[in-house]
């Protein structure tokens, strides 16, 4: 089961929103709701932001948001603040096994 | 929340096995499915494999299919994750994480460092 595929970076100036996708197959992200989103500050421990592609759980920001078109999920972050910066993480089902992507790392100029 | 606690750090010769554990502090390991996901050095996140901890039935991700065992002991309410004939490139901070709903973890152990070196 292959990766699922990231950019390895974006950036965006504080107030702006920004969108990273996560690119998968058929076999994950395109033939199930079970996509999620994680954030990762240096040294940290993973923390999700969204689960079954558009949920959030509760005490996260609702500045992010996920959404899914096809194969490809997305997650938006609006009103970019500096805490942001971090890499983020899709992840998916794909029948009885679960693929993570690569990463992006978000940079708040 | 209920906390998840994992084992301390390991170093191991290549070709060994290691064996991390992750118990619930404050609650039962029954009322979760857990899965395992390690991060190798400056690296992204992979999925290992999971238990239902109430049926006792793992699955794995198919690079790790032989090599690894997953398991639920549930009288000492603990969940165990061993991998076998490690290499250098097995070198990595391995967590434990619930999974409410599949594919979502919610709830991350701290993430115990295994070093492999001859």
């Known amino acids: 089961q292959s990766a699922l595929t990231q950019p390895a970076s974006v950036s965006g100036s504080p107030g702006q929103s920004i969108t990273i996708s996560c690119a998968g197959t058929r076999s994950d992200v395109g033939s199930y709701t079970l996509v999620s989103w994680y954030q990762q500050h240096p040294g940290k421990v993973p923390k999700l932001l969204i689960y079954?592609?558009?949920k959030r759980p509760s005490g996260v920001s609702s500045r992010f948001s996920g959404s899914k078109s096809g194969n490809t999920a997305s997650l938006t972050v609006s009103g970019l603040q500096a805490e942001d910066e971090a890499v983020y993480y899709c992840c998916s089902f794909a029948g009885s096994t679960t693929v993570f992507g690569g990463g992006t790392q978000l940079t708040v100029l | 929340q209920v906390q998840l606690v994992q084992s301390g750090a390991e170093v191991k010769k290549p070709g060994s096995s290691v064996k991390v554990s992750c118990k619930p502090s404050?609650?039962?390991?029954?009322?979760?499915?857990i899965s395992w996901v390690r991060q190798a050095p400056g690296q992204g996140l992979e999925w290992m494999g999971r238990?239902?901890?109430?049926?006792?039935?793992?699955n794995f991700a198919q690079n790790f299919q032989g090599r690894v065992t997953i398991t639920a002991d549930i009288s000492t309410n603990t969940a165990y994750m061993e991998l076998s004939s490690l290499t250098s490139d097995d070198t990595a901070l391995y967590y434990c994480?619930?999974?409410?709903?599949?594919?979502?973890?919610?709830?991350w152990g701290q993430g115990t460092l295994v070093v492999v070196s001859s």
């Open positions: 994480a619930s999974e409410p709903t599949t594919a979502s973890f919610d709830n």
């Open positions: 079954e592609v558009t």
């Open positions: 404050g609650g039962s390991l029954t009322s979760h499915t």
């Open positions: 238990i239902m901890t109430v049926l006792g039935i793992p």
